[in-house]
Nanobody
Framework: QVSESGGGLVQPGGSLTLSCAASGDTFGDYDMTWIRQAPGKGPEWVASIRWDTKGEYYAESVKGRFTVSRDNAKSVLYLQMNNLNQEDTAVYFC???????????RGPGTLVTVSS
């Protein structure tokens, strides 16, 4: 089970850090992914990170602005988001694996709204 948090209302150009807390003791065994879903749109892959932190992967739309990281000791995944714009408005989800749009292990998501 995972649970996302850290969303909220932020002005364009602002920053937020999302967290994804996992229960159990197997978090460190899995590559993890963030996806997002904007209102009226389908899921969009955002970023992924290897279980051993030796690889980070980003969608072109967020590359250079977002940073994915993890703390395996705390079983937490992070998404640092900088220079946010209105196109980043979405519900953000995390889950183990890569193709997580239909994953049963996704959390309830956290809403990020970028607006002035």
């Amino acid at each position: 089970q995972v649970s996302e948090s850290g969303g909220g209302l932020v002005q364009p150009g602002g920053s937020l850090t999302l967290s994804c807390a996992a229960s159990g003791d197997t978090f460190g065994d899995y590559d993890m992914t963030w996806i997002r879903q904007a209102p009226g749109k389908g899921p969009e892959w955002v970023a992924s990170i290897r279980w051993d932190t030796k690889g980070e992967y980003y969608a072109e739309s967020v590359k250079g602005r977002f940073t994915v990281s993890r703390d395996n000791a705390k079983s937490v995944l992070y998404l640092q988001m900088n220079n946010l714009n209105q196109e980043d408005t979405a519900v953000y989800f995390c889950a183990p694996g890569y193709d997580i749009a239909n994953s049963p292990y996704r959390g309830p998501g956290t809403l990020v709204t970028v607006s002035s």
